[in-house]
């Protein structure tokens, strides 16, 4: 009996979370703290690291991750203009983060995939609440290859960076995006490493005029096959079989001569594609900053109610192990399971819901004013933008409605200018219309 009892209390010692087993460590023989890296560090670091091709990255406006069936909603604490507004803040932030390791050429916001690009980054917020942030990624290239599946970014905010969140600069879960970013250069710079084993074996083929063994490197085929997308998309008949696919994933049928004029019409649309994405990042961009004062206030409040429940639920957990110790010792599990019923519901019933807190937020006088903002903002996440006028030498054709539907008419206007036989893009004009 005593062995069976020793084996329950070390499996349980043994399951308990590191930080209890941990001491810090204090003088000269700890360890080290790490401290933060600056940004100029890390896009130093990063850049380093990778030596493929400098992609055009896009984050799509996140999935909010709100449940179809509005009765969850209390209960989950979710404030469903909040979590639209957050999928717009969250992704900013992160491309943010992404542009500063220097290794894409750019990184946009954009309002969904149906935007030309070399990598996408979709993400779906699973929660949220004011102290845990969860995200959940997935990384593909414009063939449809997924390159990381089911990426969990999860952050916490702490007591001690509750007093810096008003400032623009700082964000709590700075290190959690930093560390997907890392995640994301280091899968590239994997199969760049495997790309430049692949140019060497080419160069052999090639040398001895062996070409069918010559094999396309994964990185460049990524931006020819983007490249080659957008020819189908502008002219079905003039590119419609220059690609096949197969489970989804979109493959180069033959090697096309980029050289000639009708895909330097096809690079000049890509440019002028580009600055069109830009305007619409920079939209992203402003919406961001308009919502930091007032979210972060939500945020403060919100922080101690999350932590109290984490809390609770924790003291339920350690309570939950106390019962089993003094079962496995005095056997008498059901006799101490009354008790131990009885201190998680007292913990969590002490406590106030987050559903609770956001209708007390957006009810309370001194807070009104920054709820109104944030459910403007979450409102307006798909909603009307700014009319776009995109000015020729000949005519202008105003853009209006949502981001998405700009962006469907965009497209829709390159078209007919290729078809029309425009030779060079860069002249159109993109402006935002005030009116």
Do not use: C
Request: proline fraction near 3%.
């Amino acid at each position: 009996m005593r062995t069976k009892i020793y084996y329950i209390v070390m499996t349980l010692i043994l399951s308990l979370p590191s930080s209890f087993a941990v001491a810090v460590e204090f003088g000269p023989g700890a360890k080290k703290t790490v401290r933060a890296e600056s940004k100029a560090e890390v896009k130093s670091s990063l850049a380093d690291t990778y030596n493929g091709p400098k992609f055009d990255l896009v984050v799509p406006v996140l999935d909010p991750g709100i449940p179809d069936d509005s009765t969850k909603w209390e209960g989950l604490g979710i404030w469903p203009e909040l979590r639209r507004a957050e999928a717009v803040f969250y992704a900013e932030r992160i491309a943010a983060v992404l542009a500063d390791t220097g290794v894409f050429n750019t990184v946009m916001v954009v309002p969904d995939t149906a935007v030309s690009a070399d990598l996408y980054l979709l993400g779906e917020i699973e929660k949220s609440n004011g102290e845990d942030l969860e995200i959940q990624f997935n990384f593909y290239d414009t063939t449809g290859n997924r390159i990381i599946k089911d990426y969990d970014l999860s952050g916490r905010v702490t007591a001690g960076k509750l007093a810096s969140l008003r400032a623009k600069e700082s964000d709590p879960y700075s290190s959690a995006y930093l560390a997907l970013a890392r995640k994301i250069v280091d899968e590239l710079r994997k199969i760049d490493l495997k790309d430049q084993k692949i140019k060497i074996k080419n160069d052999k083929y090639i040398a001895k005029g062996k070409y069918k063994k010559v094999k396309p490197e994964a990185l460049e085929n990524i931006r020819m096959v983007r490249n080659a997308l957008y020819a189908q998309e502008m002219s079905p008949d003039e590119f419609g079989d220059l690609l096949k696919e197969k489970k989804r994933i979109s493959t180069l049928t033959y090697m096309p001569d980029f050289e000639q004029e009708n895909w330097q019409r096809i690079d000049s649309i890509l440019v002028a594609d580009s600055r069109f994405n830009q305007v619409m990042h920079n939209n992203y961009q402003t919406f961001a900053d308009n919502m930091h004062e007032s979210y972060r206030l939500w945020q403060a409040d919100a922080y101690p109610i999350a932590k109290a429940q984490r809390d609770a639920q924790s003291a339920a957990n350690a309570a939950l192990v106390g019962a089993i110790f003094s079962a496995a010792i005095a056997g008498s599990l059901a006799k101490n399971s009354n008790s131990t019923a009885g201190k998680v519901g007292a913990a969590t019933a002490a406590l106030a819901s987050l559903g609770a807190l956001n209708k007390s937020f957006k009810e309370r006088d001194d807070s009104r004013q920054q709820a109104a903002q944030l459910n403007e903002l979450g409102g307006s996440v798909s909603g009307m933008l700014a009319p776009k006028v995109i000015a020729m030498e000949n005519r202008e054709v105003e853009l209006t409605g949502s981001a998405s539907e700009q962006q469907a008419q965009w497209s829709t206007l390159l078209k007919e200018l290729y078809a029309e036989g425009m030779q060079d893009f860069s002249d159109l004009e993109i402006v935002a219309s005030t009116d």
